[in-house]
């Protein structure tokens, strides 16, 4: 298995609280990912980061914002959860163009907001 | 942008048949393609993936992939499946210009039966 370790694995939070998951990854891959997966809609990007302190939106970033800091650690926040980022998500890793395209995934973290 | 279709969510087969599950991508750009495998609990694994070459691809556990440029499809098949093939697969695309964020399908649960 690639070196990804997400934490926490399972959160249970209040709407309205701000909630941070937390990605590490130990394969020193540039490019790192957030996904959400949810029944019927497979995995949608949230946000990516193509290096240190390099940052953009994927396709369903609102209400959530990323941060990184560190080749190895991709933040995910939500700022104010609500109910309907109650969902499990995955971060993955993978490297530029040139290289193996393929990502590798985490384990997930499944989330609740009640 | 690109999009992925699997237009069978569920898919029940019995012990030594063979199954297809169908793909079918759009995309106005030259594309890399992906299958992943989620066992319960899981994260995603990498199943199988087609860059360039050969349009037939296979895995170490059976399965193969034929990458059809003409019909927009990369469907997954296994000649005879094992209660072990339980799980859920995703097709997935990205295109070769770099950044490889992955557009996923919605998915589809294979189901094994004795």
């Known amino acids: 298995d690639a070196g990804i370790t997400q934490s926490p694995r399972h959160k249970v939070t209040e709407t309205g609280t701000p909630v941070t998951l937390r990605c590490h990854q130990t394969?020193?891959?540039?490019?790192m990912y957030w996904y959400r997966q949810d029944p019927g809609h497979g995995l949608r990007l949230i946000h990516y980061?193509?290096?240190?302190?390099?940052?953009d939106k994927g396709e369903v970033s609102d209400g959530y914002s990323v941060s990184r800091s560190k080749t190895e650690d991709f933040l995910l926040t939500l700022e104010s959860a609500t109910s309907s980022q109650t969902s499990v998500y995955f971060c993955?890793?993978?490297?530029?163009?040139?290289?193996?395209?393929?990502?590798?995934f985490g384990q997930g973290t499944r989330l609740t907001v009640v | 942008a690109q999009s992925v279709t699997q237009l069978d969510s569920q898919v029940p087969v019995f012990e030594e048949a063979p199954v297809e599950l169908r793909c079918n991508y759009s995309?106005?750009?030259?594309?890399?393609l992906f299958w992943y495998v989620q066992y319960p609990n899981q994260g995603l694994q990498l199943l199988l993936k087609?860059?360039?070459?050969?349009?037939l691809v296979e895995s170490i556990n059976g399965f193969e992939a034929e990458f059809n440029k003409s019909q927009t499809s990369f469907h997954l098949r296994k000649p005879s499946v094992h209660i072990s093939d339980t799980a859920e697969y995703f097709c997935?695309?990205?295109?070769?210009?770099?950044?490889?964020?992955?557009?996923f399908g919605t998915g589809t649960q294979l189901k094994v039966e004795l």
């Open positions: 993955a890793i993978s490297e530029p163009r040139g290289r193996s395209p393929e990502a590798f």
């Open positions: 980061s193509y290096g240190v302190k390099d940052t």
């Open positions: 997935a695309v990205t295109g070769t210009g770099g950044g490889n964020k992955l557009t």
């Open positions: 394969e020193n891959h540039r490019y």
């Open positions: 087609y860059l360039s070459g050969s349009t």
């Open positions: 995309s106005s750009v030259s594309v890399y």
